[in-house]
């Protein structure tokens, strides 16, 4: 058991606030590991113990986004449902997977598959503005991505909202606003997944993570409430932003 770092009492308002901003961030358009990732590994905790600790938090971002999306109608529980079991599968062998192989290498790919997706959407301006027919229907989908983001979002994690998001609206013809919405169901379930196996082998810091968790539910309800509000435009511009970021 590695010997986790002594944090100064300032870390932990910082923490808080991070968590604040990843919740608010990521419920409106994905991506908030990206900001809490790297925030736990510059405190110095192991790889393990950052991802448990940010699947930990991330469960109480994600899932009250979902219960906020849920309630206002723009989730349809009976056509994600087969995503969300699809990738709470990926996210148990992509768990189980990051014990033995290091995931160092996928934080050096992931900022060019985000910066492909910038490109595109500079390219693509009117993309995600209104719904548009599925390009592929929805079992195919969740096969393909939903195992393969779920595997992902377990193994390593950072994006996968982002990802989730980009794709419910480039394949499945989903405004930005609904692609929000569905997306943080199927990161719920991933993050379920994979904390429950983190927290198996102990990589969970507890304490840590219930700091950043009350931020994330705070700031995962104002996000909410600014997508639902502004609409699937506003979700756009923030994903553009996140994803350059």
């Not at 870390?11 to 925030?39: E, K, S």
Request: charged share 10%; aromatic share 12%.
């Amino acid at each position: 058991m590695p010997a986790f770092p002594e944090l100064p009492l300032w870390a932990y308002p910082v923490l808080f606030v991070i968590g604040l901003v990843t919740g608010t961030v990521d419920a409106i358009a994905g991506g908030g590991g990206l900001i809490t990732l790297p925030a736990l590994l510059g405190f110095g905790l192991p790889a393990p113990f950052a991802l448990g600790t940010a699947k930990l938090q991330g469960v109480f971002g994600t899932g009250s986004a979902t219960w906020s999306y849920t309630r206002r109608g723009a989730v349809d529980l009976r056509e994600c449902g087969l995503g969300a079991g699809l990738t709470v599968l990926g996210a148990a062998g992509g768990a189980l997977a990051v014990r033995s192989v290091d995931p160092q290498f996928l934080g050096t790919l992931i900022p060019w598959l985000l910066g492909a997706i910038v490109i595109y959407m500079i390219f693509r301006p009117q993309l995600g503005e209104t719904s548009r027919h599925h390009r592929m229907e929805l079992r195919p989908f969740y096969l393909l991505f939903g195992l393969g983001l779920g595997f992902y979002d377990g193994f390593f994690g950072p994006g996968t909202g982002s990802f989730f998001v980009f794709l419910f609206v480039r394949v499945l013809g989903f405004d930005f606003l609904h692609a929000s919405a569905s997306a943080k169901l199927l990161n719920t379930a991933t993050n379920v997944a994979a904390l429950v196996l983190f927290a198996s082998k102990g990589h969970v810091w507890w304490h840590l993570a219930a700091v950043m968790a009350v931020a994330n539910v705070v700031g995962s309800l104002l996000g909410t409430r600014l997508a639902l509000r502004h609409g699937a435009g506003f979700v756009r511009g923030v994903f553009v932003c996140v994803v350059t970021a």
